[in-house]
């Protein structure tokens, strides 16, 4: 299996963080990998066999291009003989920003055809143009122009939603209420805001934020058995049952499960994103 991470021409860091790139041989044997909730959209183009995907308990099968997110559940893909995708990692509102569709009309589900979300066919012939291309430094090059051609510039929407984030690494007691009092609106434009660009509430971001806080000091101490009362402590929660609550409602594991998982090596969690 031949994989890499390529980050996002500077021109576009505020739209996407960074390419996933993976190829599997026609000899390979199958490989089934895990990626963590990173509450970011992804947009998937598959230039090899079907690719079967699970969110929960939902599971579809990736043909040719598809819009996933924003991620909240853990993702489990099977990368068959020959496989051959780019998945391109939005961040922050980067996907409205593209395509410029709310994304409350995500609200439905977690998997879309983004030629359907647009009522038009041009991500169908982006995958066109850019599957007739053997090199992949020329198919980044033409998804790149793209998203030049197509991203809305930045705006004061996208920048307060930047500005915000730093609210949210520190633990605010209520940084709605924060983020109201310093932008000088109300706490409902700034749900609102969160909504549209982003698919999710600043409520939602708060509890992501610090169980993904929890894998990654996890998966950087790895320890064989975790203090769990430690965690609980460390990271802000009630008790453990409130710990355990999370890894059922984000990973559908227990602690321990995953803790296994992580150790046979087929887990990823996304890279940290340039914003949060």
Not at 76 to 99: C, H, K, M, Q, S
Not at 262 to 274: D, E, F, H
């Amino acid at each position: 299996m031949n994989s890499q991470l390529i980050d996002a021409d500077e021109r576009l860091a505020t739209v996407f963080s960074h390419y996933y790139c993976v190829q599997l041989s026609p000899e390979d044997e199958p490989v089934t990998l895990r990626l963590m909730p990173n509450y970011e959209m992804l947009l998937a183009f598959n230039f090899g066999p079907p690719i079967p995907i699970s969110l929960g308990d939902s599971h579809y099968r990736i043909q040719k291009t598809a819009v996933l997110g924003p991620l909240q559940k853990m993702l489990t893909y099977e990368l068959p003989a020959g496989a051959d995708l780019i998945v391109v990692n939005f961040t922050l509102d980067g996907f409205y920003r593209l395509l410029g569709v709310s994304m409350q009309k995500l609200k439905a589900g977690d998997w879309h055809d983004p030629d359907v979300l647009l009522n038009n066919d041009c991500f169908s012939e982006l995958w066109q143009k850019t599957a007739r291309i053997a090199n992949l430094n020329d198919r980044i090059r033409v998804l790149n122009a793209y998203a030049l051609q197509f991203a809305a510039p930045v705006d004061a929407a996208s920048e307060s939603l930047r500005e915000s984030i730093p609210y949210f690494r520190a633990a605010a007691l209520d940084p709605i209420k924060a983020l109201a009092e310093t932008q000088q609106v109300s706490p409902r434009s700034i749900q609102m805001r969160f909504q549209s660009h982003l698919g999710y509430s600043a409520k939602e971001l708060t509890r992501f934020l610090r169980f993904r806080n929890v894998l990654g000091f996890l998966t950087q101490t790895n320890p064989a058995t975790p203090d769990w009362l430690d965690l609980v402590l460390r990271f802000g929660y009630h008790d453990h049952s409130h710990l355990i609550k999370d890894f059922q409602y984000y990973l559908g594991l227990t602690p321990r499960r995953f803790l296994k998982q992580l150790a046979q090596g087929n887990v990823c969690i996304s890279k940290t994103g340039r914003f949060y």
